[in-house]
């Protein structure tokens, strides 16, 4: 894009932005002087509700900049993210924020299989990802290495989320935060004893039940919580049920000696996932959905011939049985900050995350290289008659990871200096096997089970890996209102990858004979990182980083972008000897403001500005000709370093506060992202230097406008995206879309009385207008193809909820 289309299209949004601004004002003098009047006739607030999840009258606050970094480093905190939806995803809520585009099939961000998140150009696995300090590893699809944070800890206990756009704390245990970390952190048990009871009902026979009882404290020092969740909700496309049961528990010790902290997840959940549309010219048939058949069995045998093939008018776009994902999580931590002396601190925190998953598809046998894939291992046999007799097969992916880790981190004071070492050491055995059942034809399955007996079992993978990460920082107070910062850290990887079960000769696409075995071991010692901070005055500070990070190599077998998912030996041999890591150097800067003002109904402003350059090298990418059987069969011919990217973005953020009666909240972000280089696929050189990343907008806009008048808050959100290039030669692309939901909360005094407390509802509605289009795009190829996942339509819910 040129200097003039980018000044006109600035100009074009200031167009829309000024009115709203002026619209907004207006608003806000009236709900303002309305709120006033509230404020005269009712009682005060008691200081539990202001503590509430989503309580009405709440001070407003949308986003809380955290003032103390030397690099843009935003924070939601649990209110806001619980009004946007009560049992929101963390990651999700982020999508409010500067330069996040978000989007997933189901309102609360759950469903992983079609989730798509980038920020400032660069794709969720090349972020970081932590709870409470313990890593998340880096959210990949039929994750290796680690959970997503809605399995890893249930919403309603999330106490904030801090979202480091442009380069994390050195002390982040994250393998692949090449362009940032979201840090989740869990909320404290309370101090008071309390049961709180939540339940959502809504659009699609949605019901989700959170109950969470506090011990208040206890003993010397004692605090506690136990709390259970239930989540279901039909897909919106389709007949089956989305959802499943999560329980947390967490202990805090306090005393003089330090703060002891235990914590428990354990998450059951089981998501029936609809198929992505294939967009192509030569697809004759696009639909904008592309649901399963599941329960109707009767169908799947009608829609197949009596050979098993599908109908040839559909294409790529044939309809399966039913997919699903199950996963079935254990995470923990025990963790102590030692007070040292009175100006040292010594934490150490061990963890344990153990996952067994299955990712399960019901589909035809007939498509996408099956039928040469199941004549390896049943030659000369009638196919259908093998599998049940249905003309479907079943395939799964089958997960687990064990993994256990250690952090710990010295923080002393002296003098003038802050002053920190810290070390991260995992090990995690992860496995990944594919296998194939019957589908029987007298007794076909559904997305709740799990499949056993196998008739092929056609790879197993299992990888041994060993993270080492060491960091040291000292913050310097040059003076009382400049801070100097200044760090190193060292990320060191040590993997071994083996199949206990090789495919048979055939059963890998491209000839392979076998998947390839052994160690490769990445050692980044020196990743600096250098900063400083200045208190311009009490209200305004800037803010200057540069930071290097690094993504290691991905550590999974038998598909994605992984040195052990390529089709040969050679091929492993040459990529472990010649590829690079990629890596990104980080230049950030920006203003922070806050401001308490007295112009009229305006009462304050607090806001961001943040300008970033990133020089991203060696980057990473699996070359197939063939990515739709590569996808289902596995085997990749290449994976290989292609070049650079260099991204250049702006975001801009700030809240303008009328009064405690209205608030409006705006965040415009331009970001592009470009291909340095051309690549060559082993036929021909592949035209993207110059290109943007394809499915990352240049564009975005979200707003939050918030009201209270009385005992009764209404928040609108709007969310702008803007157009995104689908393939890598940016041949084609998707259309920009602009969605908003609408948030009403209240309280309930008439059920509150001796047992019941703090009663109060909320209402909240997805999609409010009702829009269609393309919400997320899947992006694979160089050109000439691309998938989507579409809009889901709007929909309503109701939550009560109550302290007792």
Not at 237 to 252: E, I, L, S, W
């Amino acid at each position: 894009m040129n200097k003039k289309s980018v000044a006109v299209r600035s100009v074009c949004f200031l167009a829309l932005g000024l009115p709203m601004l002026a619209m907004a004002a207006n608003v806000a003098a009236a709900v303002a002087a309305m709120a006033d009047v509230a404020e005269v006739a009712a009682p005060a607030a008691a200081a539990a509700d202001a503590a509430t999840v989503g309580a009405a009258g709440a001070p407003i606050a949308t986003v809380e900049v955290a003032s103390r970094k030397t690099r843009s480093s935003v924070e939601m905190s649990k209110s806001d993210m619980q009004k946007i939806l009560p049992g929101i995803n963390p990651l999700k809520a982020l999508q409010t924020l500067p330069g996040v585009s978000f989007q997933t099939a189901d309102p609360w961000g759950n469903n992983e299989q079609n989730q798509s998140l980038f920020i400032h150009g660069f794709s969720g696995p090349q972020l970081g990802y932590t709870l409470d300090g313990v890593p998340l590893g880096d959210q990949q699809y039929g994750n290796y290495n680690g959970l997503s944070p809605q399995r890893a800890i249930t919403s309603e206990n999330v106490g904030s989320v801090i979202l480091s756009s442009g380069a994390g704390d050195l002390a982040t245990a994250s393998t692949s935060n090449l362009g940032g970390t979201i840090e989740t952190f869990s909320s404290d048990p309370g101090q008071a004893r309390n049961l709180a009871v939540q339940q959502t009902v809504g659009s699609h026979t949605t019901s989700r039940t959170f109950v969470r009882y506090d011990t208040g404290a206890f003993g010397d020092g004692s605090s506690a919580y136990l709390s259970a969740l239930h989540h279901e909700q039909k897909a919106w496309d389709f007949d089956a049920r989305q959802g499943g049961d999560q329980f947390n528990a967490k202990y805090v010790n306090q005393s003089n000696l330090g703060k002891l902290t235990l914590f428990l997840n354990y998450s059951d959940k089981i998501e029936p996932n609809e198929d992505s549309t294939v967009r192509s010219a030569s697809e004759k048939y696009q639909p904008y959905t592309r649901p399963f058949m599941y329960p109707n069995f009767q169908q799947a045998l009608n829609y197949l011939s009596a050979t098993g093939a599908t109908p040839a008018a559909d294409g790529n776009n044939y309809r399966n049985y039913y997919g699903d994902a199950q996963r079935t999580d254990y995470l923990t931590y025990a963790k102590f900050d030692l007070n040292v002396s009175d100006n040292t601190t010594w934490s150490n925190q061990v963890y344990y995350h153990n996952d067994d998953g299955v990712g399960v598809v019901a589909g035809p046998i007939g498509v996408a290289g099956l039928p040469g894939l199941f004549s390896v291992y049943f030659p000369g046999q009638d196919l259908k008659q093998v599998f049940g007799g249905s003309g479907y097969a079943t395939r799964t992916t089958e997960y687990k990871i064990n993994r256990a880790g250690w952090l710990s981190t010295v923080r002393s004071e002296i003098g003038d200096h802050k002053l920190q070492a810290g070390l991260w050491f995992e090990h995690n055995r992860s496995q990944a096997y594919r296998r194939w059942y019957a589908f029987d034809v007298n007794n076909p399955s559904s997305p709740y089970d799990r499949p056993s007996n196998p008739l092929i079992t056609q790879y197993g993978s299992e990888i041994d890996n060993k993270v080492v990460q060491l960091h040291v920082q000292d913050e310097w107070r040059v003076r009382d209102d400049i801070a100097l910062q200044a760090g190193v850290k060292s990320s060191l990887q040590f993997a071994d990858g083996q199949f206990p079960v090789q495919p048979k000769l055939g059963a890998i696409a491209n000839g392979s004979t076998a998947l390839p075995v052994g160690k490769i071991d990445t050692k980044k010692w020196l990743l600096p990182q250098v900063g400083a901070r200045w208190d311009i005055t009490p209200h305004d500070q800037l803010f200057v980083n540069v930071q290097k990070n690094m993504r290691q190599f991905v550590t999974y077998g038998g598909g994605g972008a992984s040195p052990w998912s390529l089709a040969s030996q050679p091929a492993f041999d040459l990529f472990r000897d010649t590829a690079k890591p990629e890596t990104s150097i980080t230049y950030e800067t920006g203003l922070r403001t806050s401001h308490t003002l007295n112009w009229g109904a305006l009462s304050a402003f607090d806001g961001q500005v943040n300008l970033y350059h990133v020089d991203f090298k060696n980057r990473l990418l699996t070359i197939s000709p063939t990515p739709v059987i590569t996808s289902i069969i596995g085997g990749n011919p290449v994976l290989a370093n292609v070049g650079s990217v260099k991204t250049d973005g702006v975001d801009l953020s700030g809240t303008l506060h009328f009064g405690r009666g209205f608030s409006f909240y705006n965040a415009l972000s331009y970001n592009r992202a470009e291909y340095q280089d051309n690549y060559n696929n082993g036929a021909a050189v592949v035209q993207t230097a110059g290109k943007n990343i394809p499915g990352s907008p240049e564009w975005m806009n979200k707003f939050v406008a918030t009201a209270t008048v009385a005992d009764t808050e209404f928040q609108l959100i709007g969310d702008y995206v803007g157009k995104r290039y689908a393939t890598y030669t940016n041949d084609l692309s998707v259309n920009s879309y602009f969605l908003m939901s609408l948030g009403i909360s209240g309280k309930l005094p008439f059920l509150n009385g001796s047992w019941i407390r703090n009663a109060r509802y909320r209402v909240n509605i997805s999609n409010l207008a009702d829009k269609k289009g393309d919400l997320n795009v899947v992006v694979g190829a160089a050109s000439g193809t691309y998938n989507t996942f579409p809009i889901a339509p709007r929909q309503g819910f109701l939550t009560l909820m109550a302290d007792f």
